[in-house]
């Protein structure tokens, strides 16, 4: 069941972070969404941070539309939604969410292992996002992706096809696959809209 549209005006900034490692294609949705809210009218400020150059290494990004837009940074607590590809990355993310602002986590059940550390486990996780957040999605995507389409790489756009799904971000599913169409490599156009169509199904 899908949730409610979302109540903030899009006459104000929509502020997203997607944070992840090197490697899972955030620069992709960066891309995808920046272009998809500059087709629907909306001023855009984007901003990538962290990690770019090293596969592996943290990265983080930046996304704010709106009417009118001055920063492509989003302040401390001021995320309407996180997209975290990797759920410890999700923690340092927590900088950005706040329950005033109404954060809405969108989390990767996925641990990369860090050498030397023990992996916090997904309750550990969530009960500290929780701290930062009234809505907290914790959902397997590379799992899910990997089962159905033989391939966890797309997982991001999964999470992505999700958000708009459920009504996460103000965008509507077909720009979205428009724009996929123009920004993904055609011989694996299909992959990536079969991992956008299969978010539809999600029931919480």
Known sequence: MLASKPKKKMNSEFNIVIVGTGGQGL???LDVISETALAGGFDVRTSELHGLAQRGGSVEVHITFGKKVFS???????????????????????????????TVFLVNDFVIPIPGTTPKTSSQILKEIQKFSPKAILIPASDV?????????????YLLALAVFQRLLPLKPDSILKVLKIKIPEKYFELNKKAFDLAKNYEK
Do not use: D, M
């Not at 410890?88 to 969410?97: H, S, V």
């Not at 992706?145 to 756009?157: D, P, Y």
């Open 27 to 29: 620069i992709t949705l």
């Open 72 to 102: 492509p940074l989003v302040s401390q607590g001021e995320a309407n939604l996180i997209i975290a590809l990797e759920a410890q990355e999700a923690l340092k993310a927590c900088y950005y969410a706040s329950k005033k602002a109404k």
């Open 145 to 157: 992706c990997q089962k159905e389409l033989g391939s966890s790489v797309v997982a991001g756009i």
